[in-house]
């Protein structure tokens, strides 16, 4: 009876979690366990300038929380949430919105009451001026950590989801920049190793009054790694280890170039802690990051450290896929160019040509086109599509055009039975699945009319448009694909070019894509077409391929061939035929 006696008179004497706030000597107020306040003490409306009966039946982190730019914290990454949500007595410092709309910084601690039948589980948080001693976090001092579990995480996340949705080496690194700044530091370092084995400083960002400072005079090449150097940078570079760093560790004596540049970057930037890890790939070493802090009072902790390799690591991947992309992507194209021609001159008529690849670096199309003088003169035209996205299809699309070559200049026959004669051996000797092409022989008389005779395998007819804006597709003359295995009776056509008229021959890319049919396509590329004609060639074609193809799910490559006849009083210079 006497232990319930004592019992009793201690609970009559406790303060009920609401009556808290009003005893301390300190900005002060309590929330629920859902995290809504439920007082607020006189300090607390002084210094977060706001009014307790505003504030009370509200969420605290809604109300208050903010990141360093005033925007609304994610509940993942505050700290303040955290510790509340899981009843863990705990100090740290972060930023709040005053009632008024400014930004403030406060140290602030949690301390979570003792629950009771009739205020559930409450808890008490404390504010402070920073001014007046900095509040260290519980988990931060066991851990020597400055982000939370949770923050750590978020940042992990944040780090894999942003690095690994780009191809692009500058972009990557752009990322990774905003990612680490200023959560972990104010400086910003990468330098990488290039293709040739050289280093070359390609970063060095401060982070200052809520912006990005690029110190282009810090960046540029850098001395070669030495291959026994101790010093951390050229640890990082071989791949050996990572290091926290101070300017002390690079006052001594260099060992190399690098070391006089460390020395400088350290000097210049007024880094007081820096953390050095290197950029791994899958196979190589990629370079090395520094993230570094001078207005930070706090000094880079092993935990940081730690955190820094997994966010390496994580770039060094998505560099690499940067890389073997680019590098894919310049093969292809590469390859592609040197197997398409070089246009030949041909007196009065003007040409252009434009080849455009597939979007996947890892993908050779088979889309060509050629132009070529004939042994009697006249100028014989093709562009065509062989099926795939493939080496194989390149290499087929190379024999191809090399068998027409040969059968337009041995043969002196219409374009329907050199296309015939191709058809017959394309499967056989190219080991071509299918393909379509539109061939033409183009002619000039003695009177300067320029006339084509064509014949089409299957392939998207050429367009015509006049100089005053009329355009028509030219449907005559369609036939059968290439290497069907089928007898096809193919025709030819013949027209004669209006003066100052535009003839373009182009594959499919141009005109459909898995969101559009090829109906809309050919349709927006007459319009665009028409409207364009009074442009100067080169630039009819740049802007006829940048306006009619279709910008979304096109994963085809594109090849175009346009050429425009003189006007009616330009006559033009006789042609000799060939011997």
Known sequence: ??????????????????????????????????????????????????????????????LLHRDGHGQPLARARCRVEEAVLARRTQTGRG???????????????????ARSADSGADTLMIFHDPGTGLATSEGAAETGATLSELERLALLAETTTQLTSTLDSEETLRRLVQLVVPRLADWVVVDLITEADEVERVI????????????????????????????????ALRGAASTLVRPATYQGPPDSGIAIEQRRLFEATGMHSAAIAPIRGVRDVLGALTLGRSKRPDAMTPADLSLVEDITRRTGLALDNARLYQRQRKVAETMQRHLLPQLPSIPGLQMTARYVPSPDASQVGGDWYDVFTLADGTTALAIGDVVGH????????????????????????????????????????????????????????????????????????????????????LTEGHGLLLSTGLTAKRTDTRIVLPPQSTLVLYTDGLVESRDHSIDDGLERLRKHAASLVHRPLAAFTDLLLERARPVRNNDDDIAILALRTPAAHEPSPPRLSAP
Request: aromatic share 6%.
């Open 1 to 62: 009876m006497e232990d319930q006696d004592v019992e009793s008179e201690s609970a009559r004497g406790a303060a009920s979690p609401s009556e808290l706030p009003g005893r301390l000597e300190a900005a002060a107020c309590v929330v629920d366990d859902c995290g809504v306040i439920t007082a607020v003490n006189a300090r607390a409306e002084r210094l977060l300038r706001i009014k307790a009966a505003d504030v009370i039946g509200r969420d605290a982190h809604d």
């Open 95 to 113: 930023w709040f919105e005053q009632g008024d709309g400014n930004l403030t910084e406060l140290s602030w601690s949690i301390v979570p009451c």
């Open 204 to 235: 060095v960002v401060h982070y200052e009054d809520d912006a990005l400072t690029y110190r282009e005079d810090l960046q540029g090449p850098m001395p070669p790694v030495p291959a026994e150097s101790p010093m951390p940078l050229s640890r």
């Open 390 to 473: 493939d080496l194989d299809a390149a290499a087929g699309m190379a024999q191809v055009r090399s068998i027409l070559r040969a059968y337009a200049w041995t043969h002196h026959d219409p374009p329907s039975a050199i296309v015939n004669r191709l058809d017959e051996s394309a499967m056989h000797i190219a080991g071509v699945s299918m393909a379509t092409l539109v061939f033409g022989i183009l002619e000039q008389t003695g009177d300067g009319a320029w006339h084509l005779a064509w014949t089409n395998a299957g392939h998207p007819p050429p367009l015509l448009i006049t100089h005053d804006g009329q355009a028509r597709y």
